[in-house]
């Protein structure tokens, strides 16, 4: 069984930051693409940002130059750093990664349980 955890998410003023977290654990061979996504309430989930296991990164336009994704390869973690927060960053932030399991033929999608991120005076 595989469990993607994410943590660090809470309620933060504008122009705060945060830091999530998110563990991937069990049976697990081996990790392509981790990735952050959010959705806020109304709206459809959306990529904030991904990184490969040989670390290139990607951002959506609306975070770049205020987020900044990294991974630990050999803890199975990655990591969102987020700056500058503005309203429009409250979302409940999901983690995904694209991962093969032990004895598995392919790599398939898993999806962490999501952490709510405010951003309010």
């Known amino acids: 069984q595989v469990q993607l955890v994410e943590s660090g998410g809470g309620l933060v003023q504008p122009g705060g930051s945060l830091r999530l977290s998110c563990a991937a654990s069990?049976?697990?061979?081996?990790?392509?693409?981790m990735g952050w996504y959010r959705q806020a309430p109304g709206k459809e989930r959306e990529l904030v940002a991904d990184i490969t296991s040989g670390g290139s990164t990607n951002y959506a336009d609306s975070v770049k130059g205020r987020f900044t994704i990294s991974r630990d390869n050999f803890k199975n973690l990655v990591y969102l750093q987020m700056n500058s927060l503005k309203p429009e960053d409250t979302a409940v932030y999901y983690c995904?990664?694209?991962?093969?399991?032990?004895?598995?033929?392919?790599?398939?999608?898993?999806w962490g349980q999501g952490t709510q991120v405010t951003v309010s005076a």
């Open positions: 069990g049976s697990i061979a081996s990790i392509n693409t």
């Open positions: 995904k990664a694209d991962l093969k399991r032990y004895y598995g033929l392919s790599y398939n999608t898993y």
